[in-house]
């Protein structure tokens, strides 16, 4: 870890000015972003701050009546906290440092950026459990490799994306690579599934390859202080909000009217669902950056005795949406690619409020670490491939001091449970609570766990449909190709090397969109090439061989 978190970074972390007057005497360029998500919240702060336009000249279109998109964050005490998930953040993050390092905290000490670096240094992951098997913790577990699968690991780091095509992770290994400790711990940690794009996994090897010599123990893993709807989304929506951004809930776009001019494909007008509500008209000189896709639409929510439904594309509107404008238009991608898919995009997910501390003292003293020092732990032998994370408290701003949160998820949701012979996807929150405290041996305590607790579990059909094998063309560049005043962001745009299901991608497709389109003399920070360092390469080949650190004694 760096000394001050700050290193690698060109940037301030001094709180920016409250509110710049920039002032226009012709007709101020409008901006549309059509979804709620971090992209849409990233893309407008660039073009306030980087594009020079007046925020009341921006306006950010969300369907539903909460901001945030999927990095979300909800309850209360009393009904039960609710995470669909939580995103993996690190060091080389540097389009999301980038656009935090100008957005202060919600109360104003210190930008965002900063308050992540100074909680790492006082709060580093280091896991001493990052596997538990039989109810016993395996500290800093061997990837258990055979030559052939580090060979193979090597020749997916350099072969072409092209020459891998449209296969999958499975086609490449053999067997027996999906039974290894390395596998385990990679797979709960992105939530990969074999079936999953060979193209995904070889960027995820070369993108974080810095991590792989303590990926056994999540070094490097960062943290923010609460949820990342707390500490990220709800920061960056004030500061939009102050310098006057207007945000229309309950707006959901249905449709673009789309229009040849001069030889560029442009947005003319933007067509909404409500009855009675008037399309927008585009002018010459606006912009309209859009979110395609969704990886937790149509998601469902249980109860501590109620499972959630699998719902399905019918069931929301990002796909529709993106089908529409797609027809007959290759350069906005191939949207068929991603939500057919169900069975092998689906997981869920489960938030659980604890009223009593015994929960807590259970993983503190199986794992020997304190809530937000281990990060994830996973079950190996659970049918499910259950993990949980207990961060540390409290998780959500409001949160009472006697109360605690934990979120866990399966990637083997239709295999019947360890303990509760019945799928997960068909558990309810009390029935998951049961499976999981089987895999921790908890037996004495499990009556009073399970009375004073609210498990709230959460099916998501959609949720790695980013993973799946694609081809090239199936996702949109972020400027569509003989496009002028549009540009596509999010989690199913194309940007080659970077890596989907991270914050940093959606960060970085707005940083890119808005670069394009203003046609500004400037790019996004350089996406980290951790294959041209050789002390990387070096320490990661050492650790696929299970070989230690090696230390050099001074010959004095």
């Known amino acids: 870890m760096m000394a001050t978190g ?16 920039r002032r226009r005497t012709d007709r101020a360029k409008q901006a549309y972003l059509v979804g709620g998500g971090i992209a849409s919240l990233a893309a407008a702060a660039f073009l306030i701050r980087d594009g020079d336009l007046l925020a009341r000249d921006i306006t950010i279109y969300e369907g539903s009546d909460r901001i945030g998109g999927s990095l979300d964050g909800c309850g209360s005490p009393q ?36 308050e992540i670096f100074d909680w790492n ?81 070889k960027r995820y090897l070369l993108r974080f390859s810095h991590m792989v010599a303590g990926f056994d123990r999540l070094n490097g893993i960062m943290r923010t202080v609460y949820n990342q709807y ?43 669902a409500q009855p009675g509500t008037e399309a927008i008209t585009v002018g010459v000189d606006d912009l309209v950056l859009i979110t395609l896709g969704s990886m937790t639409d149509a998601s469902s929510l249980g109860s501590m005795d109620d499972a959630p439904q699998l719902k399905g594309k019918s069931d929301g509107d990002a796909w529709t949406f993106w089908e529409r404008i797609a027809k007959g238009r290759p350069e906005f991608g191939r949207p068929s690619a991603f939500p ?37 732990i996973t079950f190996p032998d659970s049918n499910w491939l259950v993990s949980i994370v207990v961060p540390h408290q409290p998780h959500f701003i409001g949160q009472p001091d006697d109360v605690s949160v934990l979120w866990g998820y399966g990637l083997r949701v239709d295999e019947p449970g360890n303990f509760v012979k019945k799928a997960m996807s068909a558990c309810s929150g009390r029935e998951i609570m049961t499976e999981l405290l089987g895999h921790l041996h908890v037996e004495a305590e499990a009556a009073s766990i399970l009375k004073s607790c609210i498990c709230i579990p959460c099916m998501m059909p959609f949720i790695t449909s980013q993973f799946l094998r694609r081809a090239p063309g199936d996702r949109p560049l972020v400027i569509p190709t003989g496009t002028k005043n549009l540009a596509i962001i999010g989690q199913f745009c194309e940007m080659p090397k970077d890596v989907v299901f991270t914050v940093e991608y959606s960060v970085r497709s707005a940083q890119t969109a808005v670069y394009g389109l203003l046609k500004l003399n400037r790019k996004p920070p350089a996406i980290h090439q951790g294959k041209f360092d050789p002390r990387v390469l070096f320490r990661a080949f050492l650790a696929l061989h299970d070989v230690g650190p090696i230390v050099v004694e001074s010959a004095a």
Not at 6 to 21: G, I
Not at 146 to 153: A, F, G, N, V
Request: hydrophobic content about 35%.
């Open 6 to 21: 700050c290193e690698d970074l060109d940037m301030s972390f001094t709180t920016p000015d409250p509110l710049p007057d």
């Open 121 to 201: 240094e006082t709060m580093k992951t280091s896991s001493k459990a990052r596997l538990v098997r039989g109810g016993r913790r395996e500290t800093a577990p061997k990837f258990g490799l055979s030559e052939k699968d580090i060979l193979t690991i090597e020749r997916l780091a350099i072969e072409p994306e092209v020459l891998l095509g449209d296969t999958s992770i499975e086609v490449q290994f053999d067997p027996g690579f999906f039974e290894t400790d390395f596998w385990f711990m990679w797979c709960t940690t992105f939530a990969f599934q074999p079936w999953h794009s060979a193209v995904e996994f």
């Open 230 to 272: 707390d500490s990220m989304v709800l920061p960056l929506r004030k500061w939009l909000e102050e310098r006057g951004v207007i945000f229309k809930f309950g707006a959901r776009v249905t449709d673009l009217d789309l229009k040849v001019r001069d030889g560029s494909t442009v947005v003319d007008r933007i067509l909404f």
């Open 340 to 376: 057919g898919h169900v069975g092998e995009s689906k997981w869920m997910s489960f938030t659980t409020t604890l009223h009593d501390d015994g929960f807590l003292h259970v993983v503190r003293d199986l794992t020997g670490n304190v809530p937000g020092e281990g990060g994830l």
């Open 79 to 114: 009904t039960g906290y609710v995470l669909r998930g939580g995103r993996m953040i690190e060091r080389k993050y540097l389009c999301t440092y980038d656009l935090f390092s100008s957005i202060p905290t919600l109360d104003d000490s210190k930008t965002v950026t900063k």
